[in-house]
């Protein structure tokens, strides 16, 4: 997968950059609008992260320029600014998604993963990873075959787990998922949340499957 | 609208104004009525004495036969009259003429006099004739055997030239009068409106940081002294707000001291010395954490400039209000059994409000509850809807409470019951709580005892 960054921020540029390249991308980087749009109409990228102020061009006029020219690369903005109207306008513009500074990095990455996937997320009857099962029609979930007690958000955010295994899942991503809570609430009331799941489906069994990412978020996988 | 627009008159135009208006209104009916009555107390006198010089021409002819000469006598009279001189013509019923005075020629019969009356009736024209002399002409007819007709006329080129010269005198008084009312109107105003500069020159001399000077009303005559209370307030509401200013900068600045401080002195001992991966994480993890609360603090403070500003787009609808309660319920659920906390929710009805906001109010409001109630204690959320369309929402603990002197500035940014809880949120929770209840034009009323628990009660307006 081959993605252009346009940012003029260097530090932001690099530790993007970084990141991406770490998690198997393909990254090239560009510091000004002028630039990136030059890339950007000659590369084929997968998906292009675009910065809203900069020197020489801003975002919104490199979109503007890229999609009349034809090119339909999926964009996402980044931006300090998060008014309403940024927001309108960069989508209307055609951008595929916008997300706001200061963002988590797993944030982002979910972000960039749900554009490049271009379709809903895992929704089979049977979802599992190693011996964890779910059945989300009859509302049950099993380890080794033993039935577990869940409460129904329990439930919820189990199955939010195995839609995405092995996708490290932010708090506030989950907070959104599963509470329908949009704001950044000062508690750790996920992690919480989290442990008690935990404590159902990890604690009684040797193979641990819920790991945490420090600092970062959760991640659901057989290690 | 162009009205409105253009620049208001100053005050001094307008007294000026409004002074040379009465004074011209008044200078003009004074020097009118006088001109008037002259004019009229000359007419009357002219033809008083018309009337009486008819009467005794009248009285001549009707002596059996007329004496002529007698007559004659009689016409002649008037040339030397002080009055001015004045003719007479005596015809007989048909028209022709009987005998007149000299200089009667110049007044032709017919032409200039007017038609013959009355006496009672009797009129006088006034005319003008080539010579440049002005007369008063009268014809009466006299109703005796045989009838006669006597025209008079009476010169009074003198008294017209007086009227004349009186008119224009009065014209140029009153000019005269008006140029000095004038400058004396501009003097009255300027002298008058004085203290308005003087109260400006005050107020011109108070800066930001001069706020607490004030104007003492005493020293001001009584219509500027309203100004100068009015003034007084609102240097107190200014104070008041720079006050409030300088503390919330000061506020931001000390909290934003502490994330700052463990990021520097965490990261200065990382870099001090090498040290294994394991170490470096919990740095990084614990760095992150403090960004973390740099970020929540700097979307909360964004979040309330935005509602001051009305910036924040209200998505009211009608929502199950219960249902509400429980959504938020279910997030804190699992916080508040970790700290031995029982949620209750209770009541039904609908009320209006904005879903996401309403659920950030009421998670703002459960977590301090949890926090503030030991464990076995209990969080109740109850709803009451009235017919009105109007709801209340009650969050209801049985924690610590809140001592009566916090309870006035809960609401502000940053303000803490206890300073050294300051690890805990932002600080802006109730802030946050509350600019959303004005954004729904509601209200907070928060209602304490200490040891007993807190309740804060929400307000939402029918709409």
């Given at each position: ?29 560009s510091?000004d ?13 997968d ?11 801003d975002?919104?006029?490199?979109l ?45 990455l ?109 991640v659901?996988?057989?290690? | 609208?162009s ?22 209104i ?26 009486k ?97 006597i ?75 309203t ?38 002195g ?54 199950d ?85 916090h ?50 009660k ?6």
């Amino acid at each position: 997968m081959h993605i252009l960054i346009i940012e003029d921020e260097k530090k932001t540029a690099a530790y993007l950059q970084k990141g991406l390249t770490e998690q198997g991308f393909t990254v090239d980087v560009s510091n000004d609008g002028e630039e990136g749009l030059l890339l950007a109409s000659t590369v084929d990228y997968d998906l292009i992260i675009l910065d809203v102020m900069m020197p020489l061009r801003d975002g919104w006029s490199v979109l503007q320029e890229l999609r009349r020219s034809g090119k339909l690369t999926p964009v996402l903005f980044l931006t300090a600014r998060d008014s309403i109207d940024d927001r309108v306008k960069g989508l209307e513009l055609g951008a595929d998604d916008y997300l706001v500074k200061p963002f988590a990095f797993v944030e982002l990455l979910a972000r960039i993963r749900s554009i490049l996937r271009r379709g809903p997320v895992r929704q089979t009857e049977q979802l599992g990873v190693a011996d964890l099962k779910l059945d989300s029609v009859r509302h049950k979930a099993f380890r080794n075959n033993q039935r577990l007690d869940l409460s129904p958000k329990e439930f919820a955010l189990l199955s939010l787990f195995l839609q995405r295994p092995g996708e490290v899942l932010s708090r506030t991503l989950i907070a959104e998922q599963v509470w329908d809570v949009h704001f950044d609430s000062d508690t750790n009331i996920v992690d919480v949340a989290v442990r008690r799941l935990r404590q159902k489906i990890d604690d009684p069994f040797p193979q641990k499957l819920l790991h945490t990412v420090r600092g970062v978020g959760y991640v659901l996988e057989e290690r | 609208m162009s009205l409105k627009s253009a620049k208001p008159w100053s005050i001094t135009a307008r007294l000026t104004f409004l002074s040379i208006l009465s004074a011209s209104i008044i200078l003009s009916s004074i020097g009118g009525y006088l001109y008037q009555s002259l004019a009229d107390t000359f007419a009357q006198d002219n033809r008083q004495f018309l009337i009486k010089e008819i009467q005794l021409l009248r009285s001549v002819l009707q002596e059996q036969p007329v004496n002529l000469e007698r007559l004659a006598d009689e016409q002649g009279e008037g040339l030397d009259l002080s009055v001015g001189q004045y003719y007479s013509r005596i015809m007989d019923g048909s028209g022709d003429s009987l005998i007149e005075t000299p200089g009667m020629e110049l007044l032709p019969k017919a032409v200039l006099f007017p038609e013959a009356t009355n006496i009672s009736a009797a009129k006088g024209s006034e005319q003008k004739i080539s010579d440049g002399r002005t007369f008063i002409l009268m014809t009466v007819r006299n109703e005796s055997r045989p009838p006669y007709i006597i025209q008079i006329a009476l010169d009074i080129t003198h008294e017209v030239t007086l009227l004349a010269n009186y008119q224009r005198n009065l014209i140029g008084a009153l000019f005269l009068g008006l140029l000095f009312s004038t400058i004396a109107a501009i003097l009255v105003a300027r002298r008058g409106l004085s203290p308005f500069a003087d109260i400006a020159r005050h107020m011109e001399g108070i800066t930001a940081n001069q706020l607490h000077e004030q104007l003492d009303p005493a020293d001001w005559p009584k219509e500027l002294s309203t100004v100068a209370v009015a003034f007084n307030a609102m240097l107190q509401r200014l104070a008041k707000s720079f006050a409030q200013l300088n503390q919330f900068s000061a506020d931001l600045a000390h909290e934003l001291r502490t994330p700052i401080n463990n990021l520097m002195g965490e990261t200065e001992v990382a870099l001090s010395k090498s040290r294994s991966t394991d170490e470096y994480c919990e740095i990084l993890e614990s760095n992150l954490e403090e960004y973390r609360r740099l970020s929540r603090i700097v979307e909360a403070l964004l979040f309330l400039a935005r509602a001051e500003n009305t910036e924040i787009p209200l998505r009211t609808a009608k929502l199950d209000g219960r249902a509400e309660l429980e959504a938020v319920c279910s997030y804190h659920e699992a916080l508040a059994e970790e700290n031995g906390i029982r949620l209750v929710c209770q009541g039904q009805g609908f009320l209006n409000a904005d879903a996401q906001l309403l659920k950030r109010v009421l998670s703002n409001l459960l977590l301090n509850a949890i926090q503030h109630t030991a464990i076995g204690g209990e969080v109740c959320l109850t709803l009451r809807s009235a017919d009105d369309g109007s709801a209340d929402i009650y969050v209801q603990d049985n924690g610590c409470g809140i001592t009566a002197e916090h309870l006035p500035k809960l609401c502000d940014r940053f303000y803490r019951v206890d300073p050294a809880r300051s690890e805990e949120g932002t600080g802006l929770g109730l802030a946050i709580v509350k600019s959303i209840m004005d954004l729904h034009g509601g209200s907070v009323t928060v209602i304490s005892e200490v040891g007993k628990g807190t309740v804060v009660k929400l307000h939402f307006s029918a709409q």
